[in-house]
């Protein structure tokens, strides 16, 4: 069974920093791009970032180009998502999904959320 | 960015109608490339529909997703209680891959 668990959010000031991680387990770890999808609250689903199975290949929304870094380690199965310069904009749950091709996002992690307020 | 509008923005039914949702895009994708999640409150999205046309692992049959170009729609053909619901389309055959703004099915 396919887990995806996320980590790591939590209240943030405007202009801080946080790291997300996204532990997996159940699949190839390694084999599969992996993405971080958000959601503001009462909003609906924004991609934020994307990365190769391999790692060496990465892409980032325009909101948060410069600012967030997507890695991970397949030796750990852990996805991450490093975030600096935080606004309130970024207040939102941040899902990591497994990305099947022909399928897209097939496996959600259940959300972790990221709170950026003074 | 290709910018995909759903309508109707809610959708209010009674259990054992059929809903209708719309997905269109400000360009053409490519019906590879266009999927339907449905999310509850306080859950991840799940996937239903991959391929525009495709249901997904354990998606029942009263699910159907059609269309081409800059046209996709949901059918749900008969509403069970547990379908009420948010749903979201997405394309990801262009970069940025694109999620539209979701419509909620409400029960009437």
């Known amino acids: 069974e396919v887990q995806l668990l996320e980590s790591g959010g939590g209240l943030v000031q405007p202009g801080g920093s946080l790291r997300l991680s996204c532990a997996a387990s159940g699949f190839t770890f390694s084999t599969y791009a992996m993405n971080w999808v958000r959601q503001a609250p009462g909003k609906g689903l924004e991609w934020v970032s994307g990365i190769s199975g391999g790692g060496g290949s990465t892409q980032y929304a325009d909101s948060v180009k410069g600012r967030f870094t997507i890695s991970r380690d397949n030796s750990k199965n852990t996805l991450y998502l490093q975030m600096n310069g935080l606004g309130v904009e970024d207040t939102a749950a941040y899902y990591c999904a497994k990305f099947v091709g022909g399928r897209s996002l097939v496996d959600w992690g259940q959300g972790t959320l990221v709170t950026v307020s003074s | 960015e290709i910018v995909l509008t759903q309508s109707p923005g809610t959708l209010s039914l009674s259990p054992g109608e059929r809903a209708t949702l719309s997905c269109r895009a400000s360009q053409s994708v490519s019906s590879s490339y266009l999927v339907w999640y449905q999310q509850k409150p306080g859950q991840a999205p799940r996937l239903l529909i991959y391929g525009a046309s495709s249901r997904a692992t354990g998606i029942p049959d009263r699910f159907s997703g059609s269309g081409s170009g800059t046209d996709f729609t949901l059918t749900i053909s008969r509403l069970e209680p547990e379908d009420f619901a948010m749903y979201y389309c997405?394309?990801?055959?262009?970069?940025?891959?694109?999620f539209g703004q979701g419509t909620k099915v409400e029960i009437k």
């Open positions: 997405q394309q990801y055959g262009s970069s940025p891959q694109t």
